[in-house]
């Protein structure tokens, strides 16, 4: 059965997409700590980090830095936060998100997905994909 993060990568459910490549896609939470927080997901679906091939592990993070570098352009955030949590999805991911202080360490301080802004949800989404140089789909552009 597949994971809801592989239904997003395959286009059976809507996601905001910010990065994709063969290996690796980064799509925005439906339940952000901030405005711009992030998964970052293997596309084989492996349930822990710590099954995954070093390679695929290698990539998850050389994106999460990337993406956490445009975070902190886009939002004004002083630091990229980077948490791995993982209970709440059999699917290894990677969570980054603007980090003002230590709040957004805690999942148990995330807005819910019905007190999101679908129009700020939106614009994240597009600032990010914005400095990373990706279309609407997370492939690079050029």
């Known amino acids: ?5 592989s239904k997003i ?3 059976e459910i809507p996601g905001r997409f910010v990065y994709r ?4 896609a980064a799509f925005l939470t439906i339940e952000p700590i901030a405005y711009g927080h992030t998964l970052i ?3 084989e679906e492996v349930d822990r980090w710590t099954d995954l091939d070093p390679a695929t592990w290698a990539r998850m993070n050389e994106v999460a830095q990337k993406i956490g570098a445009a975070i902190i352009d886009s939002f004004n955030a002083p630091r990229a936060g980077y ?3 993982g209970f709440e999805v059999p699917h290894a991911h990677i969570h980054v998100f603007p980090a003002r202080d230590m709040s957004g360490y805690s999942l148990a301080n995330v807005m ?3 007190d999101t802004d679908p129009a700020e949800m939106d ?3 597009a600032a990010l ?4 140089g990706v279309g609407e789909d997370g492939r690079a552009t050029s």
């Open 112 to 114: 819910r997905a019905e």
């Open 21 to 24: 490549d063969d290996t690796v």
């Open 123 to 125: 614009q994240a989404a």
């Open 129 to 132: 994909r914005e400095r990373l």
């Open 41 to 43: 997901v293997p596309i």
């Open 9 to 11: 990568i395959d286009g």
């Open 83 to 85: 948490l791995i949590a």
């Open 1 to 5: 059965m597949s994971t809801v993060f």
